[in-house]
């Protein structure tokens, strides 16, 4: 789950920590959606390509990006974030991505984000990264590297998902782990990995650091 390239960069609010800043210069190819080129600006990083209606980015970062990196999608029926992934893995074809700036700021924009990772449900090809988290949906099973005492998380959007979680301390089994229900909120991993499926959707997993 540590493999971080290639990397994109959204546009809720970030701040450039050591960490997050490694993870965008290793990021090949780094890429932005709309307004996460201001974030990559601010520290002299410039996206490959910019994904989106192009509406948040200011005048000084598009001129520095250059016309030719940037990829106008003016579709209002999704978002920039929506777009991006679009292009990442049907246009450019690439098999992961982790995604910086993805949640944080207006609740409404992260809920539609989370809820993007769900529908998409890509297991550890797709990654929502901060400083200290890591979150990405499962359906299915699915093996995933922890280490004894840290803290997850395990919830879904639909009360018809089942989930099974096994080397936590409160293991589950076959339960409605929905918010609206009794989700899985800091559970604590007990071993170096940890076992997961879901069935009839996806589960969405967050792991803190």
């Not at 932005?32 to 002299?44: E, T, V, Y």
């Not at 016309?67 to 929506?82: A, F, I, K, S």
């Not at 301390?169 to 071993?191: C, E, F, Q």
């Amino acid at each position: 789950m540590e493999k971080v390239a290639p990397v994109l960069v959204a546009n809720a609010p970030l701040r450039w920590t050591p960490s997050l800043a490694a993870i965008a210069v290793a990021g090949q190819p780094l890429l932005a959606a709309d307004g996460g080129a201001n974030h990559l600006a601010r520290i002299g990083l410039k996206p490959r390509y910019t994904i989106g209606d192009l509406d948040s980015i200011t005048p000084q970062t598009r001129a520095w990006i250059g016309g030719e990196r940037l990829v106008h999608r003016p579709d209002q029926n999704h978002t920039d974030l929506e777009k991006a992934l679009i292009f990442v893995f049907d246009e450019l074809k690439l098999a992961r991505l982790t995604v910086l700036a993805a949640l944080g700021g207006r609740h409404d924009h992260a809920i539609g984000n989370l809820g993007l990772l769900a529908r998409l449900a890509l297991g550890q090809r797709l990654l929502f990264r901060g400083d200290d988290f890591v979150c990405l949906a499962v359906t299915g099973r699915d093996e995933l590297e922890s280490s004894p005492g840290e803290t997850w998380s395990f919830w879904s959007f639909d009360p018809r998902v089942r989930v099974t979680l096994d080397g936590v301390r409160w293991p589950v089994r076959n339960a409605d782990l929905s918010a609206a229900a009794r989700p899985s909120i800091s559970n604590i991993a007990t071993g170096k990995t940890l076992s997961v499926q879901a069935v009839h959707g996806a589960v969405v997993i967050t792991r803190f650091f």
